[in-house]
């Protein structure tokens, strides 16, 4: 009777059976999930937008890389945001203060073509990507996580087939795919409640870590601005004059007049296609081209020239301005220096003597005469073939020495002025900053960050506008001068 008792009945045997099965999942679990992190870190997620933003199957979709950048960045930025259809119509697609969600679809309909499109990627081009990046439906906040490996995958299933085929003489099937059920919704459990824990404990420290331009109303002097803002050298902005044709006009001197280029009867039937409802075209006779080499600059060159000066002044820095051409060799060796604009319109810029491994050519494209893994020897800009509308540019962020080694050079420019000014948009936004002061943190040796630098971007550009940009390379440049 004694040893009847104490004889495991089968329900003592069918929990002794689940809590082995338990402990063998919690330990296997444990053993493949302790070493990693339960959520990508910031520099992680930043390459795999660059990443995603390159690929072919949102190549040609403009407006969708638009917005996956955004909620991405706007993400990072502050995990506690919500994102609102109002905040994302105004702007990342343009829509007036008065948008209606109720009556203008455009959130919801490009978001779920970017769920599509993210879903179409992760199952061919970034099959073997580590990090997800993910648009849950219902919100518009970016989730991130880690795909499992092959390896996990490999281990999982071998822990399935151990199971399944244990003998069957203790307990029946049924019950073995109870303790599996149990196991996995414990393993479910423990690991959100790790990700919940880990996200209000580290919140304030990531979203710290995302503040870039402006701390307490002063720009944060991190790698890019630092050898602006830590030395008592005055900062001068240059803005670039490139040497343009312009149309000729009544009030034109006859000097000018007799060294203008006259439009053959097909160029003008152009001209007046193309600008018929153009003030130009009402006088009375066909515009001629005049060379205008010091009146003009670029519609890139003078937003970006606002944006520096904003950032600066709200630093509570002095700025001086200058043109181009009247830049002289006193002013380089007085002032920081920020230009905006290529070799193409800053033809000073290209005469220092320092060596850069990007440069422009003749040929109004970007040499790259230090090419790493991966990298292209020539970067030229893209163009609609039916139109002949700009789609791809490509800017430089170029930090060096300037005649002397006590100030500092940055050069923002494109081949193209929708370039420049994407470089220039680069450096002050916070979300871009962002990314650049982590990728420069990757440069880091023994001495610290680089101080000199060339940075490569990508640009996609509509109708004129710079949409969107990301970094192709960053070269830390060695000073020597020639």
Request: proline share 5%; aromatic share 6%.
């Amino acid at each position: 009777m004694v040893r009847q008792m104490l004889r495991p009945s089968g329900n003592m045997k069918e929990g002794l059976a689940a809590r082995q099965g338990l402990e063998q999942f919690e330990s296997l679990t444990l053993r493949e999930e302790e070493p990693k992190p339960t959520e990508p870190e910031t520099t992680e997620k930043l390459e795999q937008l660059e990443k995603v933003l390159r690929c072919e199957t949102l190549a040609g979709s403009e407006s969708l890389r638009t917005l996956l950048q955004y909620l991405v960045l706007k993400t990072i930025g502050d995990q506690a945001i919500h994102l609102k259809e109002y905040i994302i119509a105004t702007e990342v697609f343009g829509r007036s203060g008065d948008f209606d969600a109720r009556t203008d679809s455009v959130v919801r309909v490009q978001a779920k073509r970017l769920r599509t499109k993210l879903e179409e990627y992760y199952q061919t081009e970034g099959k073997s990507d580590k990090v997800l990046i993910d648009v849950p439906k219902g919100h518009y906040n970016v989730a991130f996580s880690y795909l499992p490996t092959n390896h996990a995958v490999d281990l999982v299933r071998g822990n399935e087939t151990e199971i399944s085929e244990a003998p069957a003489g203790s307990s029946p099937k049924i019950d073995i795919e109870r303790i599996w059920k149990m196991a996995l919704i414990l393993a479910v459990i423990m690991l959100a409640i790790a990700v919940v824990v880990l996200t209000f404990s580290n919140r304030d420290l990531r979203k710290q870590s995302q503040e870039s331009v402006l701390v307490d109303g002063e720009i944060d002097s991190g790698a890019v601005w630092k050898p602006f803002l830590s030395t008592g050298a005055p900062t001068m902005l240059v803005l670039s004059n490139p040497a343009v044709y312009r149309f000729s006009n009544a009030a034109d001197p006859d000097v000018l007049l007799k060294r203008s280029v006259e439009l053959t009867p097909e160029e003008a039937g152009w001209l007046a296609e193309g600008l018929k409802d153009r003030f130009v075209m009402r006088q009375n006779r066909i515009p001629r081209l005049i060379l205008a080499p010091a009146d003009y600059t670029g519609v890139g060159e003078a937003i970006g020239l606002q944006r520096i000066a904003d950032l600066l002044r709200s630093a509570g820095r002095s700025i001086a301005l200058k043109q181009s051409r009247t830049v002289s060799a006193e002013d380089l060796k007085s002032h920081n220096v920020i230009s905006l604009g290529s070799v193409w319109a800053n033809d000073w810029s290209g005469k220092l003597p320092i060596k850069e491994d990007f440069t422009y050519s003749v040929n109004a494209t970007i040499v790259n005469d230090n090419p790493k893994p991966g990298e292209e020897r020539e970067y030229r800009p893209g163009f609609n073939e039916r139109t002949g509308e700009l789609i791809e540019d490509y800017g430089l962020i170029t930090v060096k020495p300037g005649v002397t080694d006590e100030t500092t050079l940055m050069i923002l420019a494109g081949i193209k002025s929708e370039g420049t000014q994407a470089a220039a948009e680069y450096v002050t936004k916070k979300e871009y900053l962002n990314i650049l002061n982590q990728r420069l943190q990757q440069l880091a040796g023994p001495a610290g960050l680089p101080k000199y630098y060339q940075v490569l971007l990508k640009v996609d550009v509509d109708n004129g506008i710079p949409t969107t940009a990301s970094i192709l390379a960053i070269h830390r440049l060695d000073v020597t001068r020639n």
